[in-house]
């Protein structure tokens, strides 16, 4: 079983940076792929950003291109999110999730575990 902590949420204006974490832990957790979601109210969970267990191959969603950087060492228990130039469209709940598989996937179906998420709330 893998648990999943996520951390650094909170309350920015347009324009600041905020950094989430997700911390692992379980057995044998390192050889993972994990990757980071997030929910608007009322709209569906979509991806962000993902990684591979080694750290060296990350996805991103078009929103997050150029903006965000994902980022873990290699067989890591712990992942990060750096958010930049944030906007009031990024309010959301974003959910850290990890897969028994190592590769770095942008399905949220292909992941087995989820932590409970953190707000982020960008004001204007």
């Known amino acids: 079983q893998v648990q999943l902590v996520e951390s650094g949420g909170g309350l920015v204006q347009a324009g600041d940076s905020l950094t989430l974490s997700c911390a692992a832990s379980g057995d044998t957790f390192g050889d993972n792929g994990m990757g980071w979601f997030r929910q608007a109210p009322g709209k569906e969970r979509e991806f962000v950003a993902c990684?591979?267990?080694?750290?060296?191959?990350?996805y991103y969603s078009d929103s997050a291109k150029g903006r965000f950087t994902i980022s873990r060492v290699k067989s890591g228990t712990t992942m990060s999110l750096l958010m930049n130039t944030l906007k009031p469209e990024d309010t959301a709940v974003y959910y850290c999730?990890?897969?028994?598989?190592?590769?770095?996937?942008?399905?949220?179906?292909?992941?087995?575990?989820w932590g409970q998420g953190t707000q982020v709330t960008v004001s204007s």
């Open positions: 999730a990890a897969r028994k598989r190592p590769a770095a996937v942008t399905s949220p179906s292909a992941y087995e575990y």
């Open positions: 990684v591979d267990w080694s750290g060296t191959v990350t």
